[in-house]
């Protein structure tokens, strides 16, 4: 079973992130991958977060990704969610049972174009408001605790509160 467990933030997750990092720009070919960041709850410092390494990466060409570089990342222990409904991204899981005990990494891959670029706003904005990243991970915990087998479910329970901090975050009013 993949249970989602929320863990305190551990100091080590920026450090797993920038060697992650280091591997994508070591076996990804310079000019498909143009831009990677560390997004998602472990990249907020002090946020309490499932204890997996969400990354953004953006490249060239979703095609050309799938054909080129989804062949070198699975030979790296990565796994290509190939029946993924949503065209517009590429997700890829490193460590996803029962290959692996536990997830490690979320791989999100997009074009420059992808309106996913825009939860780089909500990073920030947790990242400069510690009183909302608490406000946050007090959610993640009651989900945690409430969909610990359902992740979809876990997901879905954050989506009005994502909402509610992006609109803070664009400065619109909430």
Not at 32 to 55: C, Y
Request: glycine content about 6%; proline content about 7%; overall charge negative.
């Amino acid at each position: 079973m993949d249970e989602i467990v929320v863990e305190v933030y551990d100091l080590a997750w920026p450090g797993r992130y920038a060697v992650e990092a280091e591997l994508l720009r070591e076996v990804l070919p310079a000019e498909l991958r143009l831009r990677i960041e560390h997004f998602g709850s472990t990249a907020v410092p002090g946020l309490d977060a499932k204890p997996v390494i969400d990354i953004l990466l953006g490249v060239r060409d979703l095609r050309e990704m799938i054909e080129v570089g989804v062949p070198v990342l699975e030979a790296r222990g990565y796994s290509f969610w190939r029946d993924n409904p949503d065209k517009s991204r590429l997700f890829l899981v490193k460590g996803l049972p029962p290959s692996a005990p536990r997830r490690t990494h979320h791989l999100h891959v997009v074009e420059m174009d992808s309106p996913l670029w825009e939860r780089l706003l909500f990073r920030d904005y947790l990242r400069a408001n510690p009183e909302e990243a608490s406000r946050y991970a007090a959610l993640k915990r009651e989900l945690a605790a409430r969909d610990s087998a359902d992740r979809e479910a876990y997901t879905d329970g954050k989506g009005e509160y994502i909402a509610e901090v992006m609109r803070k975050a664009k400065g619109e009013p909430t």
